[in-house]
């Protein structure tokens, strides 16, 4: 439900690190090769809830944020040519067109940041991970590694998450989620998917529901 400022009331406390424009762009292309607006900007807010609350342990700052944000508003324009390879078309998509305000070296990053929200995780014998160097490889992991748990944390795209929390603990990040509804899913996909997470920070990532 939107209020009347036009926006979902439980995304509101985490604001775009683009300029309206560039948001208004990547948004546009987004919705052109795949229109699941809800699922997009929530995997998008969480996204940077995640990022936001975990600055002390990634220590990336605004330009990574902003990576991140379009890399998730981007993760499935893939969807164009079917599910399956997705991530990998959403790659090409993000190098190539024309309508995305990017320059090369940002395009590659963001490509694979969205290139690697599902399947195998970054490895040096792919070759959008060549085309890399090893500080954006770094980049790359990180964001991806947030971005994969965000895209679990609304896997049946019912936008069941309406509050999120992270905190480090020991060996560990914390998770806490006030959901709408049943969550199961959510929680199951958020911990398959935080492979890479568990591999980047050498934490692994409990996810607790609430509802």
């Known amino acids: 439900m939107l209020n009347n400022t036009g926006k979902t009331p439980w995304r509101e406390g985490v604001l775009s690190g683009l300029p309206s424009e560039c948001r ?43 990576f991140l944000e379009c890399a ?7 969807w164009s040519g079917g599910r399956k390879g997705h991530h990998k078309r959403s790659y090409e998509i993000i190098v190539n067109d024309p309508g995305l305000p990017f320059q090369a070296r940002d395009r ?3 490509g ?26 770094h980049i790359v992991q990180v964001l991806a590694a947030i971005l994969r748990v965000a895209d ?3 896997v049946s795209h ?5 509050v999120i929390s992270c905190h480090e603990k020991p060996g560990a ?19 398959k998917k935080s492979d890479l ?5 050498s934490r692994n990532v409990i996810i607790e529901t609430d509802e």
């Not at 998730?72 to 893939?78: C, F, N, Q, S, W």
């Not at 940041?113 to 490889?137: F, I, N």
């Open 24 to 66: 208004e762009r990547v948004e546009g292309v987004a919705f052109q090769y795949h229109d699941d607006r809800e699922h997009t900007r929530q995997v998008a807010w969480i996204s940077l809830r995640i990022f936001d609350d975990l600055k002390s342990l990634h220590q990336l700052g605004s330009d990574e944020r902003k």
């Open 158 to 162: 019912q936008n069941r998450v309406r």
């Open 197 to 201: 997470f568990s591999m980047v920070f």
């Open 112 to 137: 694979a940041v969205a290139r690697y929200h599902r399947k195998a995780l970054p490895d040096p014998t792919h070759r959008e991970y060549q085309a890399l160097d090893s500080a954006d490889g």
């Open 173 to 191: 990040v914390l998770c806490r989620c006030r959901v709408s509804g049943p969550a199961d899913a959510e929680k199951m996909s958020a911990g």
């Open 72 to 78: 998730a508003l981007l993760h499935d324009t893939g």
């Open 152 to 154: 679990g944390l609304d």
């Open 108 to 110: 590659r990053v963001i």
